[in-house]
């Protein structure tokens, strides 16, 4: 029950970038079409999964035995940017089609907040269970992280479906390109606070 309860707030409740506006500058800048949103959307959720993986890992076997959790931030910023560095290294090798695909977004990761905010995230805050609030386990971390990307890239799809039918709607000249995107990121965020009362 408690890794449900985490899906359906991590993905639609305590959406990262509706909610939390975390990874705003991809979300605006790449879901101009559908396909380099849905593109988007693979890569940052296999790297904040992976991410919070290793950051958890090291968080909890080095960090906090040596007292050095107040390196958090830096240690997570070095650890995400060599991880990206490595994964695309190793699709490049691996799968070129794969590497085809996820190319021209996987440097865009290493910039994007919402990665470090899930690692920080799963290691910091408390979440309440049945009234009981704890940190979250390395299986509990990774199901945290993985429904976060995968709310990521739902609002980024929608978002993109959204600026896709409004290209080819009739704006107002006033609202054209990135005032209207803002306001539909606004109507967008009001729908997702529909969820709020699902979970506590």
Known sequence: MEYFLIIISAIFVNNIVLA????????????NK???????????????????????????????????????????????????????????????????ALGIFLPLITTNCAVLGVAITVVTKEF?????????????SLVYAFATSLGYGLAMVIFA?????????????????VPIALVSVGILALAFMGFSGMVK
């Open 161 to 177: 479906g959204i600026r896709e039918h409004l290209a080819l709607s009739d704006v107002p000249k006033a609202f054209k390109g």
């Open 34 to 100: 559908l396909s380099t949103a849905s593109g988007m959307s693979m890569a940052v959720c296999f790297v904040i999964t992976l991410a919070t993986l290793v950051t958890w890992l090291i968080n909890h076997y080095l960090l906090v035995p040596f007292q050095l959790e107040f390196l958090q931030t830096i240690a997570f910023i070095l650890v995400i940017a060599a991880l990206v560095q490595m994964v695309e290294i190793v699709l490049k090798k691996v799968s070129p089609a794969l590497y085809q």
């Open 128 to 140: 309440t269970f049945g009234g009981e609030a704890h940190l979250l386990n390395l299986g509990e």
């Open 20 to 31: 939390q506006f975390l990874g705003i500058c991809p979300f605006i800048g790449v879901s």
